[in-house]
Nanobody, 117 residues
Framework: QVQLLESGGGLVQPGGSLRLSCDAS????????MAWYRQAPEKRRELVAE???????YYADSVKGRFTISRDNAKNTVYLQMNSLKPEDTAVYYC???WGPGLRDYWGQGTQVTVSS
């Protein structure tokens, strides 16, 4: 199993920046990919960014050029640097791990990001 602990959410003004962190522990050696999802009120959870074990990345069109996902393998931590934040980025952000040959999903508890003046 994998345990995930997110941090770094909060309230920020439009145009501001935040960095989210997600610390992974447990059976980290079978992690295929780490990702960030978000869910706004009354909306479906959506994939924001993903980084696979080989280093390739994916970004949703809505965050390309503004968000950067990175991973520190020594610390078993994945980061999401969010710049030029917009009110529509307001959501609960969840860390996700794709694990093992069965592609099992693990989720963090979520961290609130609010972009408002």
């Amino acid at each position: 199993q994998v345990q995930l602990l997110e941090s770094g959410g909060g309230l920020v003004q439009p145009g501001g920046s935040l960095r989210l962190s997600c610390d992974a522990s447990g059976d980290i050696f079978n992690i295929n990919a780490m990702a960030w999802y978000r869910q706004a009120p009354e909306k479906r959870r959506e994939l924001v960014a993903e980084i696979r074990s080989g280093g390739s990345t994916y970004y949703a069109d809505s965050v390309k050029g503004r968000f950067t996902i990175s991973r520190d393998n020594a610390k078993n931590t994945v980061y999401l640097q969010m710049n030029s934040l917009k009110p529509e980025d307001t959501a609960v952000y969840y860390c996700n791990v794709e694990w093992g040959p069965g592609l099992r999903d693990y989720w963090g508890q979520g961290t609130q990001v609010t972009v408002s003046s």
